[in-house]
């Protein structure tokens, strides 16, 4: 065997943190306050991140310990994101919107000794704070009520203790980095714990123009919390390569949303459809005229909703899909380079494209591969260096196949790679032993005019074994009936597809990090509590 004479050099955090800090250290970070701004350069972001980690270390932290962070997208959650793992530690960001219980289980299940919150948000985490039963000390950044977490440490205040140049160890590439836990939809939530080396290689992928393309000259509004799968790799790609960062913290709404926007003039930006569609219905003079483009994930991007954006803002909203196991870039709907006489929007309406670095197959019930061909439709399954290949201890071996990650997604591949996904496997509706795609079906629902919102669920059916009931949100003062929504259906998807069973309901309820919840649904209309109406 030939021995290769390159050097081992270990991926690890912190040669993204030397990189951001020194390179790149006159770029800015930019927190919104809801009044104002904070702002900070790298270079001074990164002597606070050394300011951290001595005063975690001085706490007793140690080497593979759990430090939580219970906080919004802001400066100081930035500086937690290199501190911790750069010292051994392991970042675990707790999700926010998680239930009482689900919470409480997820930092338990963690492990982690130290909590940092925002003092916004400490109400939330009381709730829970006698069940926490490894929490050994509790970090706050900022003021407010701290009642029901006990003796409480000020963020500041430990930092201001403590000196830049922190000695950080040598750290096997290997070693866990972060963790985030899935959002929990079916059973408790599941622990994802991400490597230094996989990190590294996901926020290069990032800055590859296959995937984000982020660079130097971008300021990154990072909407994606930064509890949801790291902020789909921003925080870290993004300081790398020295890009400014806008973030907004809890204003999330159109109108701070578009405020922020106007004055910071972000290039590049990634929110799941409901933030977008808060933006084009409640904000529709917003100038976003300085993006790039903006990524959407996270569920389904209707085609109304790009064609929206397109003609109303003249901004590109680009599909891309993952999942907390993926790290969790996947794929990325960039228009190819051959668009085989299609016009661009057909391409962009796709899932995305699989992006290098990611092997993905499809296959049938039986595990079978099928073909990339367009139409063969199956589980999509994928493997690589940042995609999970277990869960923080909980084997669940039902979820991995061969050395394959099953993520739950069923659709189609075409021969260049193009992802259709057509459903969850747990949402497929079959009806008389074929499938109806209940992703499609809402998507079409949605490019309405009259509709906000609309999701499609399987309901039992004598006949059909299944038929699909559509749950429908109205546009705000707009109404619609059955009849009127079953006509213009029936104009894009086949006869069979067609719902009998409609529902008009206020909102369709949503996932802790946005995706629409259909166990509520199917569990309100076994109750018997949505009003059916058939047309």
């Known amino acids: ?246 973030f907004p913290q809890q204003y999330l709404q159109a109108a701070p949303l578009a405020r922020i926007i106007g004055d910071t003039r972000p290039t590049i930006s990634g929110a799941v459809p409901t933030i977008l569609n808060d933006i084009l219905h409640n904000a529709p003079d917003a100038d976003l005229s300085s993006f790039r483009y903006i990524v959407c994930g996270g569920s389904a991007v209707p085609r109304s909703l790009i064609e929206s954006y397109d003609s109303h803002f003249g901004v590109q909203v680009l599909q891309a899909w993952g999942m907390t196991e993926t790290s969790p870039l996947a794929a990325m709907a960039w228009v190819p380079k051959h668009t085989m006489g299609e016009p661009e929007i057909n391409w962009r309406v796709r899932t995305g494209r699989v992006v290098p670095g990611v092997d993905l197959r499809i296959c049938d019930d039986d595990g079978s591969v099928l073909p990339w061909d367009g139409v063969a439709q199956g589980e999509i399954e994928v493997r690589g260096p940042w995609i999970t290949g277990s869960y923080y201890e909980d084997p669940a071996p039902e979820k991995f196949h061969d050395g394959w990650l099953r993520t739950g997604d069923v659709g189609t591949v075409t021969p260049n790679g193009y992802i259709m996904i057509t459903d969850r496997s747990k949402d497929v509706i079959k009806s008389g032993g074929e499938w109806i795609s209940s992703v499609e079906l809402e998507n079409t629902l949605m490019g309405h005019p009259k509709v906000m919102e609309a999701a499609v669920i399987g309901v039992p059916d004598e006949r059909w074994d299944e038929r699909p009931l559509a749950c429908v949100v109205c546009a705000s003062g707009q109404e619609v009936s059955a009849g009127e929504l079953l006509e213009y259906l029936s104009e894009h998807v086949a006869k069979w597809w067609l719902p009998e069973r409609w529902a008009f309901i206020e909102e369709v309820p949503k996932t802790s990090v946005g995706k629409f919840d259909k166990k509520v649904l199917r569990a309100r209309h076994s109750r018997g509590d949505l009003d059916v109406v058939t047309p």
């Open 1 to 246: 065997m030939l021995e290769s004479t390159m050097m081992d050099h270990q991926l690890t955090l912190q040669h993204l943190l030397d990189q951001g800090r020194t390179i790149y250290g006159e770029s800015e970070v930019t927190t919104f306050t809801g009044e104002g701004y904070d702002r900070a350069t790298f270079a001074e972001v990164g002597d606070n991140v050394d300011r951290l980690a001595a005063a975690l270390a001085r706490l007793g932290v140690k080497v593979g310990d759990r430090v939580a962070t219970f906080c919004w997208n802001n400066q100081h959650h930035l500086e937690a994101y290199f501190a911790i793992p750069c010292m051994g530690a392991v970042l675990h960001t707790l999700n926010i919107r998680l239930f009482p219980e689900q919470l409480a289980y997820v930092i338990n299940h963690g492990g982690a000794r130290v909590v940092i919150v925002d003092a916004s948000l400490a109400p939330l985490l009381a709730r829970v704070r006698s069940e926490l039963t490894n929490i050994e000390t509790v970090i706050v950044k900022g003021s407010g009520d701290l009642s029901g977490l006990g003796d409480t440490l000020d963020y500041d205040e430990l930092l201001a203790a403590e000196r830049p140049g922190y000695e950080y160890p040598e750290l096997d590439e290997r070693h866990g980095a972060a963790m985030c836990y899935t959002s929990g939809t079916t059973g408790n939530p599941k622990g994802v714990m991400y490597s230094h080396r996989s990190t590294y290689l996901h926020s290069l992928a990032a800055t590859s123009s296959a995937t984000l393309g982020i660079n130097e000259m971008d300021r990154l509004l990072v909407i994606v919390p930064m509890f949801h799968a790291m902020a789909w790799g921003m925080p870290y790609a993004g300081w790398w390569v020295g890009s400014d960062f806008v």
